[in-house]
């Protein structure tokens, strides 16, 4: 019984092993779409709500949306950090909250989990 079992679940093993290492960082969005892939219904808005809610985005200011220093600390989300040059010769800079490898395996066995017990 267990073989089948672990015969089942190789390919989610697969996947989350290979996410694990995986050196790029993906946008929420992406990490949405992932999710839903995985059987957590969710879109874009709705889990920038709940990283919100559950401490792991900046909720208000002008930090919101960026990650906190707990999901920094635990190496599931970084900021990309971009210049970008305007016409008028000005620079801007723009900051991009990315989810790592890690931080892709963390937040979906965390929801899954949460829509298991939910059930």
Do not use: C
């Not at 949405?32 to 219904?41: C, I, R, S, T």
């Not at 909720?59 to 906190?68: A, D, I, L, T």
């Not at 991009?96 to 989990?113: A, C, D, E, H, S």
């Amino acid at each position: 019984l267990l073989e089948v079992q672990a015969e089942r679940n190789a390919p989610k093993v697969l996947f989350a092993d290979s996410v694990a290492a995986s050196e790029h960082s993906i946008l929420i969005g992406e990490l949405a779409k992932l999710m839903k892939q995985n059987g957590v219904e969710v879109g874009q808005n709705s889990l920038f709500e709940w990283l919100r809610r559950d401490g792991f985005l900046i909720k208000s200011g002008e930090s919101r949306n960026m990650p906190s220093q707990y999901s920094m600390e635990n190496g599931w989300m970084e900021i990309k950090e971009r210049t970008i040059s305007n016409p008028d010769g000005s620079i801007r800079l723009t900051r991009t909250p990315k989810v790592t490898g890690r931080g892709q395996q963390y937040f979906i066995n965390r929801y899954l989990k949460a829509l298991a017990g939910a059930n």
